[in-house]
Every structure is written in C-alpha cells, then in structure tokens.
Nanobody
Framework: QVQLAESGGGSVRSGGSLRLSCAAS????????FAWFRQAPGKEREGVAL???????SYASSVRGRFTISLDNANKTLFLQMNSLKPEDTAMYYC????????????????????WGQGTQVTVSS
C-alpha cells in the first residue's frame, strides 16, 4: 500500500520560491509514477507535474519553466521545486501515485491516481 505525506507549504511573496516534499512509502520505483496536483478554492483539482522513472517529466503549461518535479529514491521523497511563484499558484498541493503507464497518465486526470497525500497549502501574495 502506497502512503504519501506532503510538507513544505507556506506563505511567500510573488516571485519567491518554495520546495514541497512528499514522503513516500510502499511504492516500487520501476512501477509507480508520481505527480503533483493542486486545487484552489472553488476550482477543480488540476495536474501540475508528472514524473515517470528517471527520464520522463511533464508539466502543465501554467508552470512549465518555473516548477521542477524530482524523486530522491534513496530517501523515498518526491519534490516539487517552485520558483517565480505567482498569486495564481495559490492552492492546496497534493502528491499522488499511480501504477498506470506514463503515456496514460500524461493528461493528469485525478481519477487515474489512486494514491494521495493529505495536501499542503501554498499561498502567494502579490
């Protein structure tokens, strides 16, 4: 059973940076794929970034070039480095995992990810 727990959220000014962490357990490195999602009040949950193995990462157009997803497999921690933050990045951020093939997950549909953390809040002020 995969278990995920996010941390690292907080409040920053526009243009600042944050690094979110997601402690993971019970996963298989060569099988599971990981993603970050976010959900702002009154909006649907949206995919932010997808990581599959060592060499595939994809990003939502709204964060491409500013956010970086990575996995420290030795320490079983997933990261989301967020730079040049904007007020519209304000949301609850969730990490998620799935066993489905990466090309099936590329559209980052929340329903394709059965494993979720509890979320960590990110607030960006102007």
């Amino acid at each position: 059973q995969v278990q995920l727990a996010e941390s690292g959220g907080g409040s920053v000014r526009s243009g600042g940076s944050l690094r979110l962490s997601c402690a993971a357990s019970g996963y298989h490195y060569k099988s599971h794929k990981f993603a970050w999602f976010r959900q702002a009040p009154g909006k649907e949950r949206e995919g932010v970034a997808l990581l599959a193995g060592d060499d595939y990462a994809s990003y939502a157009s709204s964060v491409r070039g500013r956010f970086t997803i990575s996995l420290d497999n030795a320490n079983k921690t997933l990261f989301l480095q967020m730079n040049s933050l904007k007020p519209e990045d304000t949301a609850m951020y969730y990490c998620a995992a799935s066993l489905r093939a990466w090309n099936y997950l590329i559209n980052l549909r929340p329903s394709d990810f059965p494993y979720w953390g509890q979320g960590t809040q990110v607030t960006v002020s102007s």
